[in-house]
């Protein structure tokens, strides 16, 4: 009986509509942040390196590196104070976690372009 309730609440409090984007693609991550009484959203742009849980407590990591130093932050993808995830570029890589970006710098930390199929099912 609790666990249905439960269930059907989080159903309540998940988003509708979640943008499709995986491991490996660059996005810009747009976050409501509240300072003291006023709300501004700020941008940060990165590459998905991991995905955790399901449901309501799905979240994602999004890693950039900022002044030679790499910085990750994790979202909840269902959060009210994330705005929106706009996909700048699909990757094409073959893992679910992408750690060992962390050991590398420069043109070696790039993750490859996914190739495009021209719509063509096999």
Do not use: W
Request: proline fraction near 2%.
């Amino acid at each position: 009986m609790r666990v249905k309730e439960i269930e059907e609440f989080e159903k309540k409090q998940m988003k509708k509509e979640v943008p499709e984007f995986s491991v490996g693609d660059t996005v810009k991550v747009y976050h409501r942040i509240k300072e003291g009484d006023k709300e501004r959203t700020q941008v940060y742009q990165g590459t998905v390196i991991r995905f955790q849980n399901a449901g309501i407590n799905r979240t994602f990591t999004v890693r950039k590196v900022s002044l030679g130093v790499g910085v990750e932050k994790t979202y909840p993808v269902h959060s009210p104070y994330v705005e929106k995830v706009k996909v700048l570029r699909k990757g094409g890589v073959r893992r679910a976690k992408l750690y060992y970006l962390r050991e590398l710098g420069g043109k070696s930390a790039r993750v490859k372009q996914k190739k495009e199929t021209g719509g063509q099912k096999v």
